[in-house]
């Protein structure tokens, strides 16, 4: 029912910036959260950001905290994902992940890989 597809991902240097996108179809984003998470080489998934669909209230880990800033596009929906000042410790495979609004997330891409070197 829905579809969620990532893209932005990339190999870049220490202090870089990417912008990811996640593209979602196949429902109505009405009472929805839309979160971005992140699964390292040997470390557990980790949650990146969040954003409620109507209010637009963000939440971040505080290891993202003032680096990465997550939007949405409400015509195209569309979320976004801004990180700057990269670091190496970011390089994970991030996955984007939908639903209802304190239920849990139940939507997840297939994920896009960033890489950071020093």
């Known amino acids: 029912q829905v579809q969620l597809v990532e893209s932005g991902g990339g190999l870049v240097q220490a202090g870089d910036s990417l912008r990811l996108s996640c593209a979602a179809s196949?429902?109505?984003?009405?009472?929805?959260?839309m979160g971005w998470f992140r699964h390292a080489p040997g470390k557990d998934r980790e949650f990146v950001a969040s954003?409620?669909?109507?209010?637009?209230?963000?939440y971040y880990a505080d290891s993202v905290k003032g680096r990465f800033t997550i939007s949405r596009d409400n015509a195209k929906n569309t979320v976004f994902l801004q990180m700057n000042s990269l670091k190496p410790e970011d390089t994970a495979i991030y996955y984007c992940?939908?639903?209802?609004?304190?239920?849990?997330?139940?939507?997840w891409g297939q994920g896009t890989q960033v890489t950071v070197s020093s």
């Open positions: 992940a939908t639903g209802v609004q304190g239920k849990g997330y139940t939507y």
């Open positions: 196949g429902r109505t984003f009405s009472s929805y959260t």
């Open positions: 954003i409620n669909w109507n209010y637009e209230r963000t």
